[in-house]
Nanobody, 120 residues
Framework: QVQLVESGGGLVQGGGSLRLSCAAS????????MGWYRQVPGEQRELVAT???????NYADSVKGRFTISWDNAKKTVYLQMNSLKPEDTAVYYC??????????????WGQGTQVTVSS
């Protein structure tokens, strides 16, 4: 499995910005899809944004135009730039890595999560 370590969460006022980072233990070229998810207590974890190795990105409708996923292969790090933050963006944000294995199928790894709190 891929080891993932998130950072960059914190408390921010509504309308502000934060950038989350996710450092991977191996080259991003070996990972098929990297993504960010978020979870509020008592609710299911939901997709925020993903980026496939070929460059295709996907965003939840609620964050389109405000969040941007990117990565730096040299640093083995994926970023989530979050602008125009809203109180409803408050959640624990998790980094995910998915690798395809011919024998076992998708192998999914998660980071420990980082708290993002947006005040109104």
């Amino acid at each position: 499995q891929v080891q993932l370590v998130e950072s960059g969460g914190g408390l921010v006022q509504g309308g502000g910005s934060l950038r989350l980072s996710c450092a991977a233990s191996e080259s991003l070229f070996s990972i098929n899809i990297m993504g960010w998810y978020r979870q509020v207590p008592g609710e299911q974890r939901e997709l925020v944004a993903t980026r496939a190795n070929g460059g295709t990105t996907n965003y939840a409708d609620s964050v389109k135009g405000r969040f941007t996923i990117s990565w730096d292969n040299a640093k083995k790090t994926v970023y989530l730039q979050m602008n125009s933050l809203k109180p409803e963006d408050t959640a624990v944000y998790y980094c995910q890595a998915k690798k395809w294995n011919l024998n076992t199928g998708w192998v999914v790894s998660w980071g420990q999560g980082t708290q993002v709190t947006v005040s109104s």
